[in-house]
């Protein structure tokens, strides 16, 4: 996270010029809060409601997203966390350090790790079907990506290496050049909402789809954009890891390609054995009460 209160930002390409950019919603005495962290409140606060709107569609119901809300959110924070600490051990400066969030620090793919391994110890707990949990949440989580993003606008970071390309970017800070670089944070921002438009176009219009297969859709759009747009990422912003490579842009595409190969597979087997689940084929009442009666007969059972 960067220093001062506000930045100057420009566009000249297109004709915006020295633009106030405040870091800094609202300050109550010596305590900040940041446009940054409002962002990615408002990206949480819109993915739970859409996932709470649309969990019938992949035989899920409220309470199961609830549970994923309060189990996973924290995860997700340890996650990112851990992962940005993990790979810039030699910028931590104490043990304290570690903990202290309001310095930044938070990496979007030990986020979504955090939630993945999160989800799974509450879908064996809860015993909700995880492929299933994994497919509503890929969807919010473009949307929670998509915001989220513009916290770093705010931040003045996730930029890009220099261009000068009509829509490029002037920032006033310690690590950016008078020249225009490339508004990284808008690409990804972008990516991320035209993956959720093309996901929702699918899961709206499909007729079958089996269980886990937005989830891996999601890894396969991400990955793959993630890993492209890393590469024009400025070096101050990268973080490194074995053999000096860029570790997002190689789990990017790692990822990317183990779930397009498990998409693959998993599409043909599921049309030889006739395996695809229809959507929207349980009813919120149906399946209410198929999770009643389940409840009911364990109790009895126990009893």
């Not at 035209?194 to 999601?218: D, E, N, P, T």
Request: some cysteine; overall charge positive; aromatic content about 14%.
């Amino acid at each position: 996270m960067l220093g001062g209160c506000s930045m100057n930002i420009s566009f000249p390409g297109i004709g915006i010029n020295n633009v106030e950019v405040p870091r800094v919603f609202i300050k109550i005495g010596s305590f900040a809060i940041y446009w940054y962290a409002i962002l990615i409140t408002i990206g949480i606060v819109l993915a739970f409601i859409f996932a709470l709107r649309n969990c019938k569609k992949f035989n899920l119901v409220s309470d199961n997203i609830y549970d994923a809300l309060l189990f996973g959110l924290p995860c997700a924070i340890v996650g990112a966390r851990l992962y940005y600490v993990i790979f810039t051990l030699g910028d931590i400066e104490s043990f304290g350090e570690i903990f202290n969030l309001r310095k930044g620090g938070l990496a979007i793919f030990g986020g979504i790790i955090g939630a993945f391994f999160g989800g799974l110890i509450l879908c064996k707990i809860k015993k909700i079907k995880f492929s299933s949990l994994l497919d509503v949440a890929s969807m919010g989580f473009l949307i929670g990506q998509c915001i989220g993003r513009w916290g770093n606008f705010f931040n003045g970071e996730v930029y890009g290496v220099e261009t000068s390309l009509p829509w490029r970017m002037v920032i006033e800070n310690d690590y950016a050049t008078k020249n225009g670089v490339h508004p990284l944070f808008l690409y990804e921002s972008l990516w991320n909402l035209l993956g959720f438009i093309l996901l929702f176009i699918f899961v709206k219009k499909a007729k079958k789809r089996f269980s886990g297969q937005v989830a891996l859709m999601y890894v396969i759009w991400y990955g793959f954009g993630r890993g492209f747009l890393e590469g024009l990422r400025q070096q101050e912003f990268i973080i490194k890891g074995l053999f000096g490579g860029y570790v997002s842009q190689i789990l990017g595409f790692i990822s990317a390609i183990v779930a397009l190969i498990i998409l693959i597979v998993l599409t043909k087997k599921n049309k030889e054995t006739k395996n695809y689940v229809k959507v929207f084929d349980v009813p919120a009442t149906e399946l209410q009460n198929e999770i009643k009666i389940e409840k009911e007969d364990e109790n009895g059972d126990n009893n």
